[in-house]
């Protein structure tokens, strides 16, 4: 498309710089209906065709061209058969299985530290609450709901103990992995 109607634009444009006529070109190829386009589209597939099939005559004829020759050098010289530096390695299929392992074990620990943490606001708001009402019971003077509050508070911290020794394992276990 670029090719066929640069002469064109340039003309209408007239001394207009690369990037005036690559602007312009843009323009009319977003202005352009998906019939149009897809004509244009058919044209470079064509084209494509045509073009690798001239080269490979040619390579048949004069070998790989420069380009193709110090291509295929540093490929050899990397140790690789064309996959670039910055390609990421493919992982085996042990490789895959050993990651997906990982990632559930990752998704149970944190799992588990996610419900400790429940637990954990859980408790801190039985304790708050608990306090509340002994500040109550002590300004009723009752010594009985005193001593059921200060066994549930026991009991409580109980629950605070083990749920923070749960939670530095939970976090423990989500470190590792």
Do not use: C
Not at 4 to 25: C, F, H, I, Y
Not at 28 to 40: C, H, I, Q, T
Not at 87 to 116: D, F, T, Y
Not at 131 to 159: C, M, N
């Amino acid at each position: 498309f670029s090719q066929a109607t640069r002469p064109e634009v340039r003309e209408e444009l007239g001394g207009a710089s690369v990037a005036e006529l690559g602007k312009a070109l843009g323009e009319r190829w977003r202005a352009m209906g998906d019939e149009e386009k897809a004509s244009w589209a058919d044209k470079a597939a064509a084209e494509k065709v045509r073009f690798e099939a001239e080269l490979k005559v040619y390579n048949e004829e004069h070998g790989d061209t420069v380009a193709q020759a110090r291509a295929k050098e540093r490929a050899e010289k990397r140790g690789q058969s064309g996959r670039s530096r910055s390609a990421p390695r493919r992982r085996s299929k042990e490789e895959v299985a050993a990651i997906e392992a990982i990632k559930a074990k990752l998704e149970k620990a944190n799992g588990k530290l996610e419900e400790a943490k429940r637990r954990e606001a859980k408790n801190i708001k039985t304790l708050s609450k608990l306090g509340a009402k002994r500040a109550a019971a002590q300004e009723a003077d009752d010594s009985a709901l005193l001593a059921q509050i200060d066994q549930l508070e026991g009991i409580e911290r109980k629950e605070a103990a083990a749920i923070q020794e749960e939670l530095e394992a939970a976090r423990g276990r989500v470190q590792k992995y």
